[in-house]
């Protein structure tokens, strides 16, 4: 089913106020707008043969960090190496029972290193798009509000889908955004374990979880560990027992040094004692005799 050339999508637009396209669209009265389609703000330049470019709006939310960014001119859109972020776009869109999209990558952003999985847009929806783009280089990867960053393509079925099958917010809870409602139940914000926390356990949940090249991290890790204790067995292992004899026989010198120093002590005592003891002695016969 090919894909609505420019003027098609030009003479299908809707011309209503936004305002009040969105009220017939949240009022199930999808008849009232015919075999249209709504591109809110729609800008020429972004129209391509069969295409129309969509941009960055001003909102982002990131899985890694589980946060939603605001964005500006001054405040661009910055995804870190690795890293998937969702990106809410400048455009609001109207298809119609009669139509539906297909969202894909533009060839210059795939070529900067970001990737993002081509997504459908199913009749009847109205919002806002979040598009997930992830950055497969090793550097910091900045997009800016306004820059076109993927491609809707339109088709017009055969015939519109019957309302048993219209979108309500029932079934997509984030139909009619205009902000980023759609927040990921599985994103957590990643806190690092510390250094000294980390454990071969750990090493082996990572690589059981993502594979390579995480198993080469752990065999570097245990090869590391391998050849520091083959250097403790050979250099440090056989002069252990001397130097732990050595260090025995110190503390036993320094122990005697300490037990012949007290005798020694103890004897010069008991010779002063004795002294004493004769001379009192002689005196006492001295005094006597007279």
């Known amino acids: ?26 009022d199930g009265r999808w008849a009232d707008l015919g ?3 709504g591109i809110y703000p729609f800008k020429e330049e972004n129209l391509g043969t069969v295409v129309y470019d969509l941009t960055v709006g001003t909102e982002a939310y990131s899985l890694r960090k589980a946060q939603k960014q605001l964005l500006s001119r001054e405040n661009p859109l910055t995804i870190d190496p690795g890293e998937t972020v969702l990106v809410l776009t400048t455009e609001f869109l109207v298809i119609t029972p009669k139509f539906s999209g297909l969202v894909l990558a533009r060839a210059r952003v795939m070529g900067e290193g970001l990737s993002q999985t081509s997504a459908r847009v199913d009749p009847t929806w109205y919002g806002k798009l979040h598009v997930p783009l992830t950055n497969n280089t090793k550097s910091v990867i900045t997009l800016r509000p306004g820059e076109a960053f993927c491609t809707l393509g339109l088709t017009e ?24 409602e759609y927040l990921p139940s599985h994103a ?15 090493l082996d949940h990572i690589v059981d979880l993502f594979g390579p090249p995480f198993d080469v991290v752990r065999g570097a890790v245990h090869r590391v560990r391998k050849e520091i204790i083959e250097w403790m067995e050979q250099r440090w292992a056989p002069n252990a027992l001397r130097d732990l004899k050595a260090n025995i026989w110190q503390d036993e010198v320094e122990t005697l040094k300490k037990t012949l120093e007290e005798q020694r002590k103890e ?11 004769v001379m009192s002695w002689i005196v006492a016969l001295f005094f006597r005799g007279k």
């Open 157 to 180: 079925l055969e015939e519109a889908i019957p309302k048993a099958r219209y979108l309500t917010r029932r079934t997509v809870p984030f139909l009619g955004q205009n902000t980023l």
């Open 35 to 37: 075999d249209a389609v």
């Open 188 to 202: 957590t914000a990643w806190a690092p374990i510390k250094t000294e926390a980390v454990s071969l356990d750990d």
């Open 1 to 26: 089913m090919p894909f609505l050339t420019a003027s098609e999508i030009e003479r299908r637009l809707l011309r209503s106020s936004l305002e009040d396209v969105v009220k017939v669209c949240e």
């Open 267 to 277: 004897s010069r005592y008991l010779m002063i004692t004795l002294i004493l003891l």
